[in-house]
């Protein structure tokens, strides 16, 4: 069993930075997929970025040149870098890891993006 906890949402201007952390309860190593996913309220949740085990790297369009994904096993973390913040961006982000065909989800962060 893992357990996930995201850090690092908050308020901020357009065109603001922010890096979301999440940090699992134990080894990540062997995924088969992990990634950032947000849901606004009334809406369905979204897929933001999404890594897979064989390296590739996918991400949402409307976040691309924009949004980093990055993960430090050494550490059981993995990060969303987001730059240039939009309020379109505002939602509860959600870290995902997928090992041995189980889904696992933290309880998200909010961001909100507003001036």
């Known amino acids: 069993q893992v357990q996930l906890v995201e850090s690092g949402g908050g308020l901020v201007q357009p065109g603001g930075s922010l890096r979301l952390s999440c940090a699992a309860s134990?080894?990540?190593?062997?995924?088969?997929?992990m990634g950032w996913y947000r849901q606004v309220p009334g809406k369905q949740r979204e897929l933001v970025a999404r890594?897979?085990?064989?390296?590739?790297?996918n991400y949402a369009d409307s976040v691309k040149g924009r949004f980093t994904f990055s993960r430090d096993h050494a550490k059981n973390t993995i990060y969303l870098q987001m730059n240039s913040l939009k309020p379109e961006d505002t939602a509860v982000y959600y870290c995902?890891?997928?090992?041995?065909?189980?889904?696992?989800w933290g309880k998200g962060t909010l961001v909100t993006v507003s001036s």
């Open positions: 134990g080894s990540i190593f062997r995924f088969n997929h």
């Open positions: 995902n890891v997928n090992m041995n065909s189980i889904n696992y």
């Open positions: 890594t897979f085990s064989g390296g590739s790297t």
